[in-house]
Structures are given as C-alpha cells and as structure tokens.
C-alpha cells in the first residue's frame, strides 16, 4: 500500500533485536528473556517486535490479554505466550485448546483451568501468580502457601510458572521492592518444602532487570526497555538500549501571520509579534497527546520548534519564526533518533505529565509504523 500521509513511526527491528541480546547479556544465559508485546507491543507492532524478539533468543511471549495471544497463535507463533493478566474462567478451555498459559490468581481459577483441561483431555499450563505487594492481581503470598496443596492436587495443571510483579522497582529506593522480594522467596521455600516444583519462576520487569539482578530468576520478562525506554527518568541504566521507535512528520504548510492573531482552538496564545506558523499533519486523533499545547517542540533543520496552541485532532501548530530557512516539505522529528536529530521519548513524556509507556501505546493505528532495520 502507497502511505501518502507524512506521519510515519518507523520501528527499528535491529534496535529490538539488539535489546533483547543486551537483556540476554545482562541475566546471563542461564535466564531465559520474556518478549512483553502487550498493547501492541506498546504501540510499536505487536506481530513484528514478537518475531523480531524470538528470532533475536527471547524464550517467551508476556501479553496481557488472550485476544493478543490468539492472534500470535494465529501468526503461527509456537513459542509459550503467557496471558500475564486475570481472565474471565469461561475461557479456560480457549486458553488449553491454543495452548495459551494462564496467570491464576485465586483458587477458582485453578479449579477452573483444571476442570476446562480435564474435560479436553490435556494439560492447563498455568502461571501461579502471587501479589507482594502490588496490590493488583493475585494470591496474597501469605495467604497462598496454605493452598498450595490443594492446587497441587488439582488434575490437569501443569504448573509451569510462579511469578510477581514489583510496584517500584523502576526507582532508586530499593527497600519496597525488596520487601516484596524477600515476600516472594519465603512462599517459594514454601513450595519447596512441600515438594511443589515450577518449570520457571519470574519477577523482574525492566526496573528490576536495570537495578536488580537478585531479583532475576528463572526469566525476566523486559517491557518498556525492549522498547528502548527507561521506565523512570531515574532507573539506573544498567544495559545498553536503543530506542526503538522515531516519529517523524513534514511541514505541509507555512502561514505567516501579523502580531496578535490567535492560534488555534480556544486562542490559547497568540502571536506575540509576526509569526511564521507551520502546519504539521498529526495530532490528538493519531494520540499525539493534546497536553503537548503549548509546550511541547519538535526538531526541524535541527532547531527546536515549539508547538503553539492547542493540539487539534489532525494539525499541530508550531512557531518556526527562529527557523527562517524551515521550508514547506521539510521533515519533522517528534520524538526518536534519526538523521534529523535526537529529541527523546522521555522528554515527551515530560511534557505529557506521564511515563514514556503512555506515550507510544497512545499512537494510534491511523499512523502507519514503518519496520526498518
Ligand atoms: C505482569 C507484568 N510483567 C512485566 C511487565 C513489563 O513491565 P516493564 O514494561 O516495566 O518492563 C508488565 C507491564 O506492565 C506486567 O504487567
């Protein structure tokens, strides 16, 4: 298909490739690497970073929905994909039928996954997840050793996993998450006290994959860093990652406007003096977040330009008058590395009042991604 639109995210599939093996280096060969492409792969293309991650010697595939896994299946995908989130019970024989993994957090879902493998004759492969101290969705370790006989007893489980997940393991203060961590290894000499084996036992996320290898296991399962992103300003950066993704736009029009006129919905500002206004075709409708009014820039000929007014739907409006030579057609660098520049997702981030996940998962599908090397 001709993409005439001008607002492109090119992905670089060597980047993710390269993260995965600079993740690989840090566990050490002995830890498998866990590809996390939820949320299409955190708007970077959920198909394409799945392949690249598995062909660059990631073990696993960690989505959050068994939709997302089905399509990989679909993809012919053979490599074990685990739901990390809770799923509705009905769907358990839909989970052992594609031969999708299942994170059980509550003894009715163990029941369940045993009941849905019982009757189609074959193995649930679940993932016992226990809450640390996240607070979201699992056993609370206390409470799951006491159960764990009972699962163990369940027909039709293979318990292939035993997972956590830390609240802040992205920030400089350890003591948190190693509350949560010392949590995880009592109910795991729990389990092997009473002879309750796991093929893998996981817990790191990209914080914990950066700051703390104690943490690492049998598995790491690496989210925003295989995207090239820090998931905090202030995570150590301990491996060598690229960034994966450049948004990139062009000037397709230039107005030049007297002192004083307003620019854009709710006349947000006006030209302090005789302004040069560029047009550039992207915006809020593609989730070019409309908190960038007014304060967000892009790269042009290699000058910051600031946005001016309000993000609109389809157009942001940027100030080129300390850009003279800026021309219609010229390309635009939003955020990403490439030959126009650097202008980094964390700035974005910054500018967005959020974290730099929020900012690629919120690109929308009417931008087309470009896979490049
Ligand atoms: C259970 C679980 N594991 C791993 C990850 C990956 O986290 P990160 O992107 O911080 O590496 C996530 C993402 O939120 C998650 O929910």
């Known amino acids: 298909m001709i993409i005439y639109r001008p607002t492109i995210a090119a992905i670089s599939l060597d980047a993710v490739k390269h993260n995965i093996q600079a993740i690989q280096k840090k566990v050490g060969a002995a830890c498998q690497v866990m590809a996390v492409v939820k949320a299409n792969a955190y708007g970077h293309g959920m198909a394409q970073v799945a392949q690249a991650s598995l062909e660059a010697g990631a073990a696993r595939i960690g989505v959050a929905t068994v939709d997302e896994a089905a399509i990989l299946r679909d993809l012919k995908i053979k490599a074990p994909i685990l739901v990390m ?46 809450d640390t101290g996240m607070g979201r969705f699992g056993f609370w370790w206390e409470n799951l050793a006491a159960l764990l006989p009972e699962i163990k007893k369940i027909r039709g489980l293979h318990l292939e996993g035993c997972f956590t997940h830390f609240a802040t393991s992205d920030i400089a203060d350890y003591a948190y998450t190693k509350w949560q961590h010392e949590n995880f290894k009592k109910l795991l000499d729990s389990a092997a006290r009473q002879k309750i084996r796991f093929d893998i036992i996981h817990a790191a996320n990209s914080g914990a994959i950066m700051q703390h290898p104690e943490t690492y296991h049998d598995c790491v399962r690496a989210g925003v860093m295989l995207y090239g992103m820090l998931p905090d300003q202030k995570t150590k950066p301990t491996v060598p990652i690229k960034p994966v993704m450049t948004l990139t736009t062009r000037l397709v029009e230039i107005r030049q406007h007297p002192k004083g006129r307003c620019i854009s919905y709710g006349c947000t500002w006006q030209t302090p003096r005789a302004s040069r206004i560029g047009i550039l075709p992207i915006g809020y409708g593609d989730g070019y977040s409309r908190k960038f009014s007014n304060k967000g820039q892009v790269l042009i000929r290699g000058r910051r330009a600031p946005i001016v007014g309000r993000v609109c739907m389809d157009q942001t409006l940027v100030d080129l008058s300390a850009i003279p030579e800026a021309q219609i057609g010229d390309r635009v660098l939003l955020w990403g590395e490439n030959e126009l520049g650097v202008l980094k997702v964390e700035e974005a981030a910054k500018w967005m009042g959020t974290i730099t996940y929020e900012v690629t998962c919120a690109l929308g599908a009417r931008i087309p991604r470009v896979y490049i090397k």
Request: hydrophobic residues 50%; proline residues 2%.
């Open 85 to 130: 989130g809770p799923a509705l019970l009905e769907h358990a024989e839909f989970f052992i039928a594609r031969n999708i993994s299942a994170a059980v957090g509550s003894i009715e879902a163990a029941r369940a996954f045993g009941r849905a493998a019982r009757k189609l004759g074959k193995k649930a492969r679940i993932h016992i997840k226990t």
